[in-house]
């Protein structure tokens, strides 16, 4: 069993940056993937970005590429969502997630096991 904390999000200007963390407890070893999702009012869940913890392979949705960066600190068994030139479609509920498996990462079906959500605003 894995329980996923969130931390950070907020309101930010257009343009800004924010950082997210979502620490995990219980077993990261093997095919053990972070990922982050968000999700708007109406919307579907949509792929941000995930990380392999044995090799530190990342995804990114092509939305968020350039902008964004996933990192981790496996002793802290955390992981991080580095968000930068903010637009307000960044506007959502971002999601942790975890999963033991690295195939399908960028699927929320595909993951087990998720945090509760942290509201990001951005404004214009």
């Known amino acids: 069993q894995v329980q996923l904390v969130e931390f950070g999000g907020g309101l930010v200007q257009a343009g800004g940056s924010l950082r997210l963390s979502c620490a995990a407890s219980g077993r990261t070893a093997g095919s053990f993937t972070m990922g982050w999702f968000r999700q708007t009012p109406g919307q579907e869940r949509e792929f941000v970005a995930a990380i392999t913890f044995s090799l530190g392979r990342t995804n990114y949705a092509d939305s968020v590429k350039g902008r964004f960066t996933i990192s981790k600190d496996n002793a802290k068994n955390t992981v991080y969502l580095q968000m930068n030139s903010l637009k307000p479609e960044d506007t959502a509920v971002y999601y942790c997630?975890?999963?033991?498996?690295?195939?399908?990462?960028?699927?929320?079906?595909?993951?087990?096991?998720w945090g509760q959500g942290t509201q990001v605003t951005v404004s214009s």
């Open positions: 997630a975890a999963t033991y498996t690295t195939l399908g990462v960028r699927v929320g079906a595909s993951y087990y096991y």
